[in-house]
């Protein structure tokens, strides 16, 4: 089965910037939406963004908009989360999750995803 696998975290000082990556262990032919989680310590998971396969739908949490972008690349099963203007609360580990699209998922919540990343972790440092 695909297995997911993120890169791209690290430390950044606050109001830096970190570009995340989520790819595919092999080629995948179906239709998944993506999404994006994160959990700092002693907190609940929570969501951060997700695309549809075809990238025409977009989610966002609150704490995401504005300066978050989410993306992908189907060719490359790969897809991207962009962070910018980081605060110290946007320190967690980040994880990717893969959900097959079909009608009524609700893509803010984690139930709706089958397949998830080990995560990477971001630093924020003031």
């Known amino acids: 089965q695909v297995q997911w696998v993120e890169s791209g975290g690290g430390v950044v000082q606050a109001g830096g910037s970190l570009r995340l990556s989520c790819a595919a262990s092999?080629?995948?032919?179906?239709?998944?939406?993506m999404g994006w989680f994160r959990q700092a310590p002693g907190k609940e998971r929570e969501f951060v963004a997700a695309?549809?396969?075809?990238?025409?739908?977009?989610y966002y949490a609150d704490s995401a908009k504005s300066r978050f972008t989410i993306s992908r690349a189907n060719a490359e099963n790969t897809v991207y989360l962009q962070m910018d203007s980081l605060k110290s609360e946007d320190e967690a580990v980040y994880s990717c999750?893969?959900?097959?699209?079909?009608?009524?998922?609700?893509?803010?919540?984690?139930?709706?995803?089958?397949?998830w990343g080990q995560g990477t972790q971001v630093t924020v440092s003031s």
């Open positions: 999750a893969a959900g097959l699209e079909s009608y009524g998922r609700n893509w803010y919540d984690s139930v709706a995803y089958d397949r």
């Open positions: 092999r080629r995948t032919f179906s239709r998944y939406t």
């Open positions: 695309i549809s396969w075809s990238g025409g739908s977009l």
